[in-house]
């Protein structure tokens, strides 16, 4: 078989790089070549492939002291990122937010907190979250303490959302790790992200 790129040097044709592959069905389509798939890059939106393991940086384990016994993964060697499934709140972000502002309640009653707490957590392929761990910065990003009532309250909120509809891939249904962040700013929630 040919060289089609090999053919488009040797003959001299000079072609704006962005229509090469465009040429190159052209080209392959005359001369009744058979064409073969270009090889397809791997990139992080890519169908989970099991290689996901609690080594991972940023893994949730299971911890008897703080997660529920009865939140089972549907498959613990093979966990998604969120951005690789989408899971997504059944009544929609802005149902979730106002849910959340509510939950919480005015956060001004804390002190004057600035940063950002977030609260990660999976959601397995059934749509249930749980395994709920919260970090906090500061507003440079510095690891923080905010009062614990505070975090108390926003973990609270986070976790009585449970009308998840699982990521999905392929028409599988995935489990997958999610995060809600709040924005804090002289202790008002300004943002909640990403929604």
């Given at each position: 078989?040919?060289?089609?790129?090999?053919?488009?040097?040797?003959?001299?044709?000079?072609?704006?790089?962005?229509?090469?592959?465009?040429?190159?069905?052209?080209?392959?389509?005359?001369?009744?070549?058979?064409?073969?798939?270009?090889?397809?890059?791997?990139s992080?939106?890519?169908?989970?492939?099991?290689?996901?393991?609690?080594?991972?940086?940023?893994?949730?384990?299971?911890?008897?002291?703080?997660?529920?016994?009865?939140?089972?993964?549907?498959?613990a060697?093979?966990?998604?990122?969120?951005?690789?499934?989408?899971?997504?709140?059944?009544?929609?972000?802005?149902?979730?937010?106002?849910?959340?502002?509510?939950?919480?309640?005015?956060?001004?009653?804390?002190?004057?907190?600035?940063?950002?707490v977030?609260v990660?957590?999976?959601?397995?392929?059934?749509?249930?979250?749980?395994?709920?761990?919260?970090?906090?910065?500061?507003?440079?990003?510095?690891?923080?303490?905010?009062?614990?009532?505070?975090?108390?309250?926003?973990?609270?909120?986070?976790?009585?959302?449970?009308?998840?509809?699982?990521?999905?891939?392929?028409?599988?249904?995935?489990?997958?790790?999610?995060?809600?962040?709040?924005?804090?700013?002289?202790?008002?929630?300004?943002?909640?992200?990403?929604?």
């Open positions: 078989m040919p060289d089609i790129q090999k053919f488009i040097q040797s003959e001299k044709v000079r072609i704006p790089t962005w229509s090469l592959s465009r040429l190159y069905v052209m080209v392959a389509t005359t001369l009744g070549l058979q064409l073969l798939s270009p090889p397809v890059a791997r992080q939106n890519t169908v989970p492939t099991g290689s996901s393991s609690f080594s991972d940086v940023g893994a949730i384990a299971y911890d008897s002291d703080v997660d529920r016994q009865k939140f089972c993964l549907c498959n060697d093979n966990i998604a990122q969120y951005y690789q499934v989408t899971p997504v709140y059944r009544a929609g972000p802005e149902a979730m937010k106002a849910q959340l502002r509510s939950l919480i309640g005015e956060s001004r009653a804390f002190g004057p907190a600035s940063g950002i977030t990660r957590f999976l959601i397995n392929c059934h749509g249930a979250p749980g395994r709920f761990r919260v970090s906090q910065v500061d507003e440079h990003y510095m690891p923080c303490t905010f009062p614990p009532a505070l975090v108390a309250r926003i973990k609270g909120a986070v976790q009585q959302l449970l009308y998840w509809k699982p990521g999905t891939a392929r028409g599988k249904a995935y489990d997958s790790y999610y995060f809600l962040s709040f924005r804090l700013k002289r202790g008002t929630i300004t943002q909640i992200f990403p929604l």
